[in-house]
């Protein structure tokens, strides 16, 4: 079992930053990607950005160029530093866990983000 616990999000105003943050705890494989994803509706969960346990990043594009994924192994965190926010980013961000075939994929609760106008 594995829980993912975010936390950083906030109310900011067009252009600020915020930095998310994402601890994982649990058994989990070493071998892994670690994302971010935006709740927009119920049904509706959108691509931030991924990011694998050997550094490779993938972004969505509207995201490019503002937004940066990184992780800490050795801490089990995932981290997005959210720069040059627009009121199009206000979502609830959700953590991701995607295991190899064969093990459990994770979500968190997410943490609220408002950026206004």
């Known amino acids: 079992q594995v829980r993912l616990v975010e936390s950083g999000g906030g109310s900011v105003q067009a252009g600020g930053s915020l930095k998310l943050s994402c601890v994982a705890s649990?058994?989990?494989?070493?071998?892994?990607?670690m994302g971010w994803y935006r709740q927009v509706s119920e049904k509706q969960r959108d691509l931030v950005a991924t990011?694998?346990?050997?550094?490779?990043?993938n972004y969505a594009d509207s995201v490019k160029g503002r937004f940066t994924i990184s992780r800490d192994n050795a801490k089990n965190t995932v981290y997005l530093q959210m720069n040059s926010l627009k009121p199009e980013d206000t979502a609830v961000y959700r953590c991701?866990?995607?295991?190899?075939?064969?093990?459990?994929?994770?979500w968190g609760q997410g943490t609220q983000v408002t950026v206004s106008s």
């Open positions: 990011i694998t346990s050997a550094g490779s990043t």
């Open positions: 991701n866990l995607d295991q190899p075939q064969g093990w459990v994929d994770y």
């Open positions: 649990g058994s989990m494989s070493s071998i892994n990607v």
